[in-house]
């Protein structure tokens, strides 16, 4: 199973200046629950915009260059060589940025995506979801409060 995972606005924005553009706890744990013990597939600015890799799971990271070899971490050239990797894998989750999401849409069997309740300026976008390829077979409503400066979703959409 192929897992697409992500945070995106209603205009679909996913980030800015390589950070993300707001804080949702909720979110972070749900990110933690599903992934942890599996397989993490992102590009390489992904993966530098976390401090350090993510305990308890298993980074292969998609770059151009040749050269770039961060330690514990597997690197490939492509999403077809990421997807190569995992290929014994039961569930393996691609976790960005905008350009994998968008090559990744042909071949995900599933997409986790908390859906932000704003409309927010950003650099990175997340794909459009195709109504006629993908069912959403859960939707969970989160307000905002305290901790939450925006209310969200957790969406689970499945390929048709």
Sequence with gaps: MITIIAAASENNA????????WHLPDDFKRFKTLTTGHHIIMGRKTF????KPLPN???I???RNQDYQPEGCVVVNSLEDALHFCRN???TYIIGGGEIYQQSMAVADKIELTRVHATIDADTF?????????????EEHHPKDDKHLYSFSFQT???K
Aim: avoid cysteine; aromatic fraction near 10%; glycine fraction near 2%.
């Design 61 to 63: 990271i998609i770059t």
């Design 157 to 159: 959409f499945i390929k």
């Design 89 to 91: 894998q039961e569930e």
């Design 126 to 138: 997340f794909p459009e979801i195709n109504p006629e390829q993908w069912n959403m077979i859960t």
């Design 14 to 21: 996913l980030g800015k200046n390589n950070d993300l553009l």
């Design 48 to 51: 530098e915009s976390f401090p």
């Design 57 to 59: 799971r298993t980074h």
